[in-house]
Structures are given as structure tokens and as C-alpha cells.
């Protein structure tokens, strides 16, 4: 892994044992379009309704990934290298072209904090990947997908890239594992999805008919 010129510094413990109650699920729209592409990709021979339930369940497990972070970023304090967040703004520029300057740089910032944490964690907790784990997974990706992944072993970027991946996995599953007192709040969840249906089935109700609707009628 590339080393980072910005700089963490842990400022106090971080408390696994508070209790974190989702009460709202957040998607970004490019980002569930990506999963629902990779899961259709991935399991050929399912139904939709089981893609679905795949992608809602990866929604929902961001979602808790997302409130465990929020939690244990107030824990560093974090000194950003001009030049790197830069450069990593003008990477993003490519990926997000639909973001101003200001959510290009908050984007980067969380980019560099997460990579910083990451690694302090992988060090405390001893975590790391080796090539034996990184070539069971490309092989495991072949047998589900059939895609070939003689470019990952012959590629060395490529290979680390994939180290990243299963590395970045690691500290998320262990950081899920260990913030045990994190739930969703599917009752207030589900009552919020019911209200909305209704405000837009009453707002639709309200706009003038157009002219296709008026020659069906």
C-alpha cells in the first residue's frame, strides 16, 4: 500500500460498546446502480427478487458500516497534506464529475481519513493480507463469475489493488464485529418509506393532467 504524506493521530480509545440506532437508510443512487449491476453480473441464475434482497441487505450493512465510522472518526485528528488531497480531488474529478469543488474535497477528505484509520487499525489489531488469501479470492471471483483474472496475477497494481480490497474488508468486518451494540430501526424505517409513498402518491394526485393522460381518458 502506497504510503500517505497525511497524518492521524489517535486522541482517545475508541468505544465499541456505545449503542448506535439507525433510523434512516441513505443510498447514493450511482452507487446502488453499481451494486444491482455487480450482483446481476455475479448471480446469473438468481431472481430479481433475490438481487433485491442481496442489494438491500448490502444498503443496510453500509448504512451500519457508515454510523461505526461516524463514530469512531471522533476519535483522530487528522492533518491533511495539501498536495495529496489535491491530487486524489482531481482522481475524483473523473468518478464524480457531477460534484462541485467543496464535495470533491469533503469526499477526499473522508477518502484519506478512512485509508489513515484503516491502517492504524490493521496495525493494532494486527490485521494484514497475504498473497496465498489474495490469490484464493481471484480464484474464488473466477469460479462464481467465469471472468478471467490472468490480468490480476500477471499485473503487479493490480494484484495490490485486490490486497486493498480484501484488506479494506478485513477492518470493516472486524469494526462491525466489534461495535456489537449497533442496530436498524426498521419499524421507524418502514413508517418512513410508508409516509413518503403517500406524499408523493398525494403530490401526483395534485399536478394538472397532461395531455396524453386526457386523450387515455
Known sequence: MAELKSTIKQLTPIN???EIVITALRADRRMVEMHAKRLTELFKNETQQQIN?????IIARENVFNAIMEETVRNFETT?????????????????PQQNENNLTEIAKKVIIKTLIFRELGKQWNISVTDDEINASLEQYYKVSNQSIRDYKENKEKF???RNVIFEEKITNELIKKYSNVRIDWETIKKQ???MIAKQKESAAQQPPTEDSKKTN
Request: net charge negative; charged share 50%; hydrophobic share 25%.
Open 16 to 18: 465499541t460498546d456505545k
Open 193 to 195: 418509506q410508508e409516509e
Open 160 to 162: 495490490e489493488g485486490i
Open 80 to 96: 491533511f497534506d495539501e498536495d495529496e488531497l489535491k491530487t486524489l480531488k482531481e482522481r475524483l474529478k473523473t468518478q464524480f
Open 53 to 57: 434482497m442481496k442489494l438491500q441487505n
